[in-house]
């Protein structure tokens, strides 16, 4: 049986809450980039009107929901 003092428990959780609060923190971070990149992954910005909307499907075009100029996944260029 390991016999530890009062000072050595206090040490003993004070380092498991430190480790857990990093860990949760990076887990936070790792959620919030995925969120993130699957968000930009299905935005579009439309080529006439510069409107920013989400694709709704999985295609690599969609109808721009307000003026409905057929958009693809590249976004506005320098040709329109
Ligand atoms: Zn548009």
């Not at 299905?42 to 009107?49: E, F, S």
């Not at 920013?52 to 976004?75: I, L, M, Q, Y």
């Amino acid at each position: 049986m390991i016999e530890l003092n009062l000072g050595e428990l206090a040490v003993a959780v004070i380092g498991v809450a430190m480790v857990l609060v990093v860990y949760f923190e990076w887990v936070s971070r790792w959620t919030h980039a995925n969120a993130r990149r699957r968000a930009a992954r299905k935005r579009m910005v439309c080529r006439l009107c510069l409107a920013v909307f989400s694709n709704p499907g999985n295609g690599k075009t969609a109808d721009c929901p307000v003026c409905g100029a057929r958009t693809d996944c590249r976004g506005p260029s320098a040709l329109g």
